[in-house]
């Protein structure tokens, strides 16, 4: 990797990052394609390399959030407790198991494409009935597990799967985004250092390009902090738009390279 390979991946993460952190989204899963596609990290070493963004990154948006005090909700806890484990898993089956990724396109858009349009609908035009009620703890720390297993799978933080979800089932962004950027943050963490043991005993790009993940994670931390920032500024509803144009905009993406 150049110097200006590493410029280009602090950019990205820079620019995509201060979009993304308002709404809990660390922003690897936009990072991800940037990284395959024009930084050319080979296959399985780009979702190591995703993880150590969000290793890097995470700490510009949790050090806003932790001196607001919005990262001490029950929330936070749940998300951690299923997406830690989850994300051993993922890492074990991305290692030996070496799922494609189309697959893994296709689930992504079909996914976040219909629930991107929902939230959207649901945002413009709220429906008069009863707001829906988010997700008991317990299917809470359920999701958080399987979106862990495709966060060590494909490297990504799992906000941008998490955030839809639980802000269509009900809770407000300014609860989720915390919460959500906390768990990807302790994931990643656990997600590394399985890579990194793992790269011991198997073969092939297991361990993550250091040189670009640290670049694009330096991106990250600035961009974070200043999306942090830009949150409390927001009204409810432009941060659920903004949501759901994110998770619109990923389905559409993954859909797109399903495709071609």
Known sequence: MTWSTGLLGFAAGL?????????????????????????????????????????????GALLRHHRTGSLRGPLTRLLIAGTVPGVVLGAVIRVFAVPGPRIFRLLIAALLLPLGLWLL???????????????????????????????????????????????????????VAPAALAATFVTSVVGAAT??????????????????????GAGGLLGGHLGARLQPRLPETALRLLLATLATAIGALYAAQFLT
Request: proline fraction near 12%; include cysteine.
């Open 15 to 59: 620019l995509i990052s201060v979009v993304t952190a308002p709404v809990g989204v660390s922003g690897a899963v936009f990072l991800l394609p940037v990284q395959v596609s024009v930084l050319g990290v080979p296959s399985p070493a780009v979702a190591p390399t995703n993880l150590l963004y969000n290793v890097v990154a995470g700490p």
């Open 121 to 175: 609908l649901r945002t413009l035009r709220p429906a008069p009935a009863r707001t829906p009620r988010p997700p008991s703890p317990r299917a809470t720390t359920a999701l958080a597990l399987t979106v862990g297993v495709a966060g060590g799978v494909y490297g990504i933080g799992g906000g941008s799967l998490l955030g839809p979800v639980l802000v269509g089932r009900g809770a407000p962004v300014a609860v």
């Open 195 to 216: 890579y990194a043991l793992l790269s011991l005993a198997a073969t092939g790009d297991v361990s993550p390009d250091w040189f670009l993940g640290l670049s694009c």
